[in-house]
């Protein structure tokens, strides 16, 4: 069974910078596409960024300019880079994985607490 662990949450100033990374297991990394999503209390899960192999990154609107994702195909990883942290971007971060071509053979991590605050 294919796994997914997030490393890297914490807690941050705004204005601040932090990582989140996904290991992941038991998988060809290289045949999925990689993301991260989040989900604050009260809101529904949306997504953050999408990497595929070899193919450009994808942002949500409200992260553009301010997160870069990235992955190691050799490393199974997939990092996500946090600048200019904003109180709005306190959230449990889910490291996601679906299988090219697949719209069901999807996996997802158990997620890792970002918290912006003073």
Same mark, same amino acid.
């Given at each position: 069974?294919?796994?997914?662990? &997030?490393? %890297? %949450?914490?807690?941050? =100033?705004?204005? %601040?910078? /932090?990582?989140?990374?996904? #290991?992941?297991?038991?998988?060809?990394?290289? /045949?999925?596409?990689?993301?991260? @999503?989040?989900? #604050?209390?009260?809101?529904?899960? &949306?997504? *953050?960024?999408?990497?595929?192999?070899?193919?450009?990154?994808?942002? #949500?609107?409200? *992260?553009k300019?301010?997160?870069?994702?990235?992955?190691? $195909?050799a490393?199974?990883t997939?990092? /996500?880079?946090? $600048?200019?942290?904003?109180? &709005?971007d306190? #959230?449990v @971060? @889910?490291c996601?994985?679906?299988?090219?071509?697949?719209?069901?053979?999807?996996?997802?991590?158990?997620?890792? =607490?970002?918290t912006?605050?003073?």
């Amino acid at each position: 069974q294919v796994q997914l662990v &997030e490393s %890297g %949450g914490g807690l941050v =100033q705004p204005g %601040g910078s /932090l990582r989140v990374s996904c #290991a992941g297991s038991r998988m060809t990394f290289s /045949l999925y596409d990689m993301g991260w @999503y989040r989900q #604050a209390p009260g809101k529904q899960r &949306e997504l *953050v960024a999408i990497i595929t192999s070899g193919g450009p990154p994808t942002y #949500a609107d409200s *992260v553009k300019g301010r997160f870069t994702i990235s992955r190691d $195909n050799a490393k199974k990883t997939v990092s /996500l880079h946090m $600048n200019d942290l904003k109180p &709005e971007d306190t #959230a449990v @971060y @889910y490291c996601h994985a679906r299988l090219k071509g697949s719209s069901t053979v999807l996996y997802w991590g158990r997620g890792t =607490q970002v918290t912006v605050s003073s």
